[in-house]
């Protein structure tokens, strides 16, 4: 290999490498948009628990029943138990 050709190696490896530096920001921008595209788009999906899909309702509210739903159901027994 001659002086020139190692040169001209040199030289086309230089504008390689900075073409790379300079194509890479840009590169990492366009994959991360895309990421973030992607999690929008599934944000805006309806989102569907097992729990509906399987036809039972379900709360956000607290599953600590009330007094009232324990006086309703301690009056519902006893109508069941003396019928």
Known sequence: MTTEQTQALIGMT????ILVLLALPSALGVIRDRRIDRQIREAQEPRVSPAVRRGQKSSSRSTVPS????????????????S
């Open 67 to 82: 007094t009232a739903t324990w006086y309703a159901e301690g009056r519902r027994s006893k109508k069941l138990v003396s």
């Open 14 to 17: 230089l504008v390689v490498a």
